[in-house]
């Protein structure tokens, strides 16, 4: 039976629908054969050019059916495309291509915590954390969600050192890599948070390979350790699409 992901980025189950940025159809293609629904989510030509088909520039899930939508793009999403009983929110604010003005809704939750830079955070992401009783970690990267890859409740992988000491100081075992590797066109380089997602309760997959990146075999070691298995999306070398959000799952 297919249900709503009660926990964000952490599946319970097989994975059956993700929010994803629009025009990524090779990727599209591919969870496609996973037996995976890509929903892609409108370009937001309020942020920088190169992002604005990130789905974590404009979307944040909540868990249980609800999302946050920017306020930028609300009016322009197509309700018709989404599970029967999601529900969308609009943003307080809305977004500009000026840092911090972009980071609203990047946000990146793990369990009962937020990582998040506070004062710039969406008044409704702050609702949410207070209405579900979840703590709200202060960290200085903005870009929060991009920045982590979410493996379970305890277990992070990150390359931003801020991230890594507040997960660590909350509780959470972090395996700090390497900065860049991942590519992201028009910006020297792209994060690990933004180029993979959760697939299933016991699996992770990646847009791409993992090849060439220093600190491959500690990632997979890391991922290993915790009974994970890693699916690779495409062929090519791994790519931030501003992270893949599962919204249902079946189980």
């Known amino acids: 039976m297919e249900h709503f992901v009660v926990k964000p980025n952490l599946p319970q189950g097989v994975v059956k629908t993700v929010i994803i940025g629009n025009g990524y159809h090779e990727l599209e293609a591919a969870l496609s054969k996973l037996g995976i629904k890509a929903i892609p989510i409108a370009n937001n030509d309020g942020v920088a050019q190169p992002v604005r088909a990130h789905a974590d520039m404009s979307a944040y899930y909540c868990g249980n059916g609800e999302l946050i939508i920017s ?21 307080n604010a809305g977004q500009s291509d000026k840092y911090p003005m972009d980071i609203g809704l990047n946000a990146c939750e793990v369990g009962d915590v937020i990582f998040c830079s506070v004062e710039n955070t969406d008044a409704a992401i702050l609702e949410h954390a207070e209405k579900h009783g979840k703590k709200l970690i202060n960290v200085r990267q903005g870009y929060a969600k991009c920045s982590v890859c979410v493996l ?22 972090v395996l700090l890599i390497e900065p860049g590797y991942f590519e992201l066109p028009g910006y020297d380089y792209g994060f690990i948070g933004g180029s993979c997602f959760k697939c299933s309760a016991n699996m ?28 690779y999306l495409t062929n090519g070398r791994c790519f931030d699409v501003g992270s893949i959000l599962p919204l249902s799952e079946e189980r």
Do not use: R, W
């Open 71 to 91: 306020k930028n793009i609300f009016e322009s999403c197509d309700t018709e495309m989404f599970p029967t009983g999601t529900m969308l929110y609009c943003s």
């Open 152 to 173: 379970d409740e305890t277990h992070i992988i990150t390359a931003d050192k801020s991230i890594a000491e507040a997960a660590q100081n909350a509780g959470i075992e």
């Open 204 to 231: 992770i997959a990646f847009t791409g390979s993992l090849e060439g990146h220093p600190d491959k075999e500690y990632i997979l070691e890391f991922i290993n350790k915790l009974g994970l298995k890693v699916v």
